[in-house]
DNA sequence: TTGTACGCGTTATCAT
DNA sequence: ATGATAACGCGTACAA
C-alpha cells in the first residue's frame, strides 16, 4: 500500500529552513526572504511534494454549509433533481459538506429571495438555484455574493445576476441537436415540425425553441416549422391545442416539446389513428413518463441535460469556491441523446437496500435522517 | 464555514464508554459487550455521527499504488485514454493515489504478461488494463488477484478472467444505437448498410456489429446489410476494400463503421462524385480526424464511449477495492451519441497553460513531472 | 471487555 | 524573518 510521499517537514529539511518557512511559501502568506523562499521551491520540486489534502481538510476540521433550493410541485424533473441530492447528501457529510435541499414554490421570485435571506441569515458559504429572468431576484443574488457567499445557477440560468457560474446545458446546443436530429429522421423527404413549448417567456424554452429553429431553417430547407404551442407545460393544455391539429392537418411529420405538459402529448400520440403516419416527436428530460413512451416506441428520442452530472459539477463548484481555490467550473454539460436502445437504466442508486443484509464494512452507519437534519443545520 | 460534526469521541461521552470502545463498535471489531454496542448505536444515530474520511485517510497515511497499461501505437483513441490519465495524475496525487501509465504494445498478450508480472514485484494495489480474448492473459490475471490485486479491464473486456470489474461501454447496446439510428436516418425508405469492423476476433467489434445488425433486421425491415468489410484497423486497406464497392454499385444509404483506420473511410467518402448520394456514416470514439469529420459533415453522427467518465469511473472502483469497501461499480457507462451539434470542446483540459500567469494561489505548485516519477514509483 | 495515548500531515498560533 | 508546537479526528498498539 505504500511508497511513502514526501511532507512539507522533508521539504523542510532538504530545504535547510523550518517547518514553518515551508509553509509560509507554500501557502502564500509572505514575509520570507526571497532566498529560502527559492530553497524551498527547489526542495519542493526536487523532492516532488504535492499537498495531502486529507491533511489539509483535517486540520482546517470546517463544515462547509451549501444549499440548494429546488422548486416544488408535480414536475417529474425537479423531483428526480431532489432525489438525486438527496442521495447526495450522507455522502457529502462524510466528507464534511452540510446540504441543505430547500424547495419552493415554482417561479415565485417573492418566495425566493425570502428563503435566500433566510439561508443567509442562518450562515451559509454557498447555494444553487434554478435561475429565473427576475429582477428582485438577480438583486438578492448580488446582495449574497456581496457577503461573500457563492451562488451558482442550475438548470436554468439568470442572466442578469452576477452568479458565480452557470451549471447545465446550453440550451441553444440542445435545441440545435433536436434540429438536427429531426433532420436525419426525414432522410432528405420534405415534412412539417411541429414545436411545443411551456412559455416563451422562458428562456430555456425560448433557446431551444431558437436552436431548432436555426438547424432545421440552415439545414434542411424542405422542412417546413408549424405554428409554436403554448402549452404551458400543463397536459390539458397541450392535450386540446394538439388534438385538432392532428385531426384536421395530416402532414405534421415531427414534434419538438421542449418543455413539460408531455402526458397530453403522449395521450394525443397514442390515440392517432393506426392509418395515419406517426410523427417524429423528441422530447426533453428522461422522466418515468418520457422513459416508458420511448421504451413503447410512442416518441422516438429524449435530449436529457444529465441531472446527476449537473449536480456533481456544481458540487464540485461550490467547494472550490468555498476553498478560494481555481474556480473549476468543468466542462459545459452536453445534452445527451438517448434512444430506446442506450436509455440509462431507471435509478441511479438504490433507494436504501436492505441494511440487515450488507453489514456495512466500514461500520459507520448512515444515521436516521431527522437527526441529522436536527443536529446539523441548528 | 462552521457547524461543527460530532466526533468519535463525542459518540463515546454520549453512550458513557470509551474511545476504543466506540471504535471497536463503528468498525467492527467485535469483542464488546452488547449493551454498551447498543448505547453506542444509539448515541450515533442520537448525534447524527458521520465518519470524517479525511481523519480517516490521513491516519491510515497509506499511498495507493494503482497501474494502467494502455497499448502504445498510433491509434488516437487510446492516445487520448493516456492523455486524460496523465491528466489527472497530479490531481490523484494530492489524494495519495499513485498512478503509473505503462504503454504496451497493442493485443500482445505475452508482453502484458510480462509487464504485469513486473508490476505485480513492484508491489501494486491494483491494474487496469484493455482486455482481449487471450487465454494467458486469463491466467496472469487470476493469479494476481489471488495475490490481492485487483484488477480491472477497461475499453475492451476479458470475458474468461477473473477480473473485478468490466469498465466500459456494452457493446452490443452501442450497436444497436447506432442500428435505430441508421434506422431512423432512412426515414421509412429501403437501403443498405455497409459495416466496417477491424476484425470479428475482437470482441468489442463482432459484439457492435452484432447489436446493429439485431436492430436493423428487427426494426427496419426495408434495409439491407451489406457483407462486411474487414479492415483490420489500418486505413489503407479499409481505403481498398471500399474503393471499389462504391465505383461499382451506387446502393450504400448507410456506413457502420465499429472500429480504426477511418482515414481510409473517409478519403473515400470525401472522393465521392458530387452527384452520387453520401451515405449516412456512423463512427465510434471522438478523435481529432472523426472529429473533424463531424464538423465538415463528411460523417453524420458518432458514437463515443466517454472515456473520461471509464477512467473516473475505473479509478473509483480500484479505491473501493482496495479499500474493501462495497464495490462502487458504478452504473454501466452509456454511450453518448453525438451529432455536429453538441459535439463535446476538443480539450477537456488545457496541457499546462502559462505557469507564470497563473501564481497559484494555493502555492503548492506541481512538481516537474521527472521528479515525480522518480521519487514516487521507486 | 474496556481504556489510554500516540502518529498521520497540515494549518494556525504563539514565541523568538 | 524564522521557528516550535498545539490542534484537527481517526486508527491502532498497548495497557489494564
Redesign the interface.
Known amino acids: ?6 511532507t512539507l517537514s522533508d521539504v523542510a529539511r532538504r530545504a535547510g529552513v523550518s517547518y514553518a518557512t515551508v509553509d509560509r ?4 502568506r509572505g514575509g520570507v526572504a526571497d532566498k529560502s523562499v527559492k530553497r524551498v ?1 527547489e526542495a ?12 489539509a ?2 486540520s482546517q ?5 451549501f444549499a440548494a433550493i429546488i422548486p416544488t410541485g408535480t414536475n417529474q424533473f425537479f423531483q428526480q433533481l431532489r432525489a438525486i441530492l438527496e442521495a447526495e447528501r ?1 455522502r457529502l ?4 459538506i ?1 446540504l441543505r435541499i430547500e424547495g419552493i414554490a415554482a417561479f415565485d421570485g417573492e418566495a425566493l429571495c425570502e428563503r435566500l435571506d433566510m439561508l443567509a441569515r442562518t ?1 451559509i ?1 454557498g447555494v444553487a438555484l434554478v435561475g429565473t429572468d427576475d429582477d428582485i431576484v438577480a438583486r438578492k443574488i448580488a446582495e449574497l455574493r456581496a457577503a461573500g457567499i457563492a451562488v451558482l445557477t442550475l438548470v436554468s440560468d439568470a442572466p442578469n445576476a452576477p452568479r458565480d457560474a452557470y451549471i447545465g446545458i446550453d440550451n441553444r ?2 435545441g ?2 433536436a ?3 429531426i433532420g ?6 420534405g415534412g412539417r415540425v411541429l414545436p411545443i413549448v411551456g412559455a416563451l417567456s422562458a428562456p430555456d424554452h425560448a433557446e431551444r425553441l431558437e ?1 431548432m429553429r436555426e ?1 432545421v431553417t440552415a439545414l434542411y430547407p424542405d422542412l417546413a416549422i408549424a405554428p409554436v404551442i403554448i402549452g404551458r407545460d400543463e397536459h390539458e393544455i397541450v392535450e386540446s391545442k394538439l388534438r385538432p391539429i392532428f385531426e384536421n392537418s395530416h402532414d405534421i411529420t415531427a414534434v419538438y416539446s421542449v418543455g413539460g405538459g408531455n402526458a397530453g402529448l403522449l395521450r394525443v400520440l397514442r390515440a392517432l389513428p393506426a392509418d395515419q403516419n406517426r410523427p ?1 416527436v423528441v422530447l426533453h428530460d428522461i422522466v418515468p413518463q418520457s422513459r416508458e413512451a420511448l421504451e413503447n416506441g410512442v416518441i ?2 429524449i435530449i436529457d441535460q444529465r441531472p446527476e452530472v449537473e449536480i456533481a459539477n456544481a458540487l464540485n463548484c461550490l467547494r472550490s469556491i ?1 476553498d ?3 474556480p473549476d467550473v468543468a ?2 454539460i ?9 436509455l ?2 431507471p435509478q ?1 442508486r438504490e433507494t436504501d437496500a436492505h441494511p440487515a443484509d ?11 435522517k431527522s ?8
Open positions: 500500500m505504500q511508497g511513502r510521499l514526501p511559501v507554500v501557502n502564500d521551491r519542493i520540486d526536487e523532492l516532488g511534494y504535492v499537498r495531502n489534502v486529507a491533511a481538510n483535517l476540521s470546517r463544515t462547509y454549509r450522507i457529510l462524510a466528507d464534511r452540510n450562515g458559504d446546443v440542445a440545435q441537436t434540429g438536427r436530429l436525419l429522421c426525414h432522410g432528405g423527404s436552436g438547424t417524429i422516438d428520442a468555498a478560494r481555490r481555481p466542462d459545459p452536453l445534452p445527451a441523446v438517448y434512444f430506446k436502445e442506450n440509462p437504466p441511479g450488507a453489514p456495512s464494512s466500514d461500520g459507520a452507519r448512515p444515521a436516521s437527526r441529522v437534519l436536527k443536529e446539523i443545520d441548528q
